[in-house]
């Protein structure tokens, strides 16, 4: 089994990942992984050197497919509503809010991939 983990800075972070989860064995396991491939996110990546390119581009690591790694950035103009309405609201609240609103973001992304079926696309 094969683990990707994607980051901004993973370049910088990784040199002393093995030596973290190491120290932290109770609670940091990755085991059952044969392979842990890292990777840095295509909208981050052009703004590192140009070594990092070759070392931490999706592109080049197999079974990553045309990932972005870039998901959580996609999703900052969609959570700028709530940043506002978030102020007055308890922390559990505001918690339950934006549960609830990642919940139909995927749900609206899982619906919509049966459309390309449709068409005769494959996701996968």
Do not use: P
């Not at 370049?11 to 396991?29: E, H, M, P, S």
């Not at 392979?35 to 690591?61: M, P, R």
Request: overall charge positive; charged content about 25%.
């Amino acid at each position: 089994m094969q683990l990707l983990m994607v980051y901004d800075i993973m370049c910088q972070y990784w040199v002393n990942f093995r030596k973290r989860v190491k120290r932290n064995q109770d609670t940091l396991t990755f085991k059952k992984f044969q392979k842990v491939c890292v990777a840095v996110g295509k909208f981050h990546l052009g703004a590192h050197v140009h070594k990092c390119f070759w070392e931490y581009s999706l592109n080049f690591i197999v079974g990553s497919g045309q990932i972005d790694g870039e998901i959580m950035e996609t999703l900052w103009s969609l959570f700028n509503k709530f940043a506002v309405m978030g102020r007055a609201m308890s922390k559990w609240h505001r918690r339950e809010i934006l549960n609830d609103h990642m919940r139909d973001v995927n749900w609206k992304k899982t619906v919509g991939m049966s459309e390309y079926r449709i068409l005769g696309f494959s996701l996968c």
